[in-house]
């Protein structure tokens, strides 16, 4: 519980950042809609009219807290910058599972979210379309730089969020070295089928 005292030494953009970071931990473990401003005031140690002062209602703390974890989920997913394309491409995919399997109820709220909140689809977007433009920048071999190639990606980025979150779901016998294999070896294998006309 956080005092009075401690309260008053904070700035308002201090308060806010503390705020923020106590949706990402609720987010962890909760759908966007349990995460209430009740239920953040009380966490937090403050009244709900301090809360509304700093974001104006739910929804723009909800959506605050959905961007926050977008920003984190596209910093924590950066490949290493060298390395074997497969191996980066790997490692970025390992990060993209750790971070599903932390905060797999608050992502699996904001795949839904997003196909019914404008604000929530936008920064969906805006995050699944910096994951996807990563791989044209990284300068990799078995990758071209054309709309027939990107809309691969884009395919390959929507099967692979499906897969994670299934295999989350239910395994199905699938270990995680396993799924992180498909994963990672899939989209050479796409690309590589485009180059040579079987696709």
């Given at each position: 519980?956080?005092?009075?005292?401690?309260?008053?030494?904070?700035?308002p953009e201090q308060r806010r950042e503390?705020?923020?970071?106590?949706?990402?931990?609720?987010?962890?473990?909760?759908?966007?809609?349990?995460?209430?401003?009740?239920?953040?005031?009380?966490?937090?140690?403050?009244?709900?009219?301090?809360?509304?002062?700093?974001?104006?209602?739910?929804?723009?703390?909800?959506?605050?807290?959905?961007?926050?974890?977008?920003?984190?989920?596209?910093?924590?997913?950066?490949?290493?910058?060298?390395?074997?394309?497969?191996?980066?491409?790997?490692?970025?995919?390992?990060?993209?599972?750790?971070?599903?399997?932390?905060?797999?109820?608050?992502?699996?709220?904001?795949?839904?979210?997003?196909?019914?909140?404008?604000?929530?689809?936008?920064?969906?977007?805006?995050a699944f379309g910096a994951l996807g433009?990563?791989?044209?920048?990284?300068?990799?071999?078995?990758?071209?730089?054309?709309?027939?190639?990107?809309?691969?990606?884009?395919?390959?980025?929507?099967?692979?969020?499906?897969?994670?979150?299934?295999?989350?779901?239910?395994?199905?016998?699938?270990?995680?070295?396993?799924?992180?294999?498909?994963?990672?070896?899939?989209?050479?294998?796409?690309?590589?089928?485009?180059g040579s006309g079987e696709l």
């Open positions: 519980m956080v005092s009075m005292s401690q309260r008053t030494r904070l700035t503390q705020l923020l970071d106590l949706g990402i931990r609720l987010f962890a473990n909760h759908s966007l809609d349990e995460i209430s401003i009740d239920v953040v005031a009380r966490e937090a140690g403050i009244s709900r009219g301090l809360l509304y002062h700093y974001f104006g209602d739910k929804m723009a703390f909800r959506e605050a807290v959905v961007r926050r974890a977008a920003d984190a989920l596209v910093a924590q997913t950066a490949p290493p910058e060298t390395g074997e394309p497969v191996e980066r491409l790997l490692a970025s995919m390992t990060a993209y599972v750790d971070f599903v399997d932390a905060n797999y109820e608050g992502y699996v709220s904001m795949v839904r979210g997003a196909a019914s909140d404008p604000v929530l689809r936008q920064i969906y977007d805006d433009a990563r791989i044209f920048k990284a300068d990799v071999d078995f990758v071209s730089d054309t709309p027939a190639a990107r809309l691969i990606v884009r395919g390959w980025q929507a099967m692979s969020e499906e897969l994670v979150l299934s295999w989350k779901a239910d395994p199905a016998g699938l270990s995680r070295e396993e799924l992180l294999e498909l994963l990672a070896g899939s989209l050479p294998v796409l690309l590589e089928l485009l």
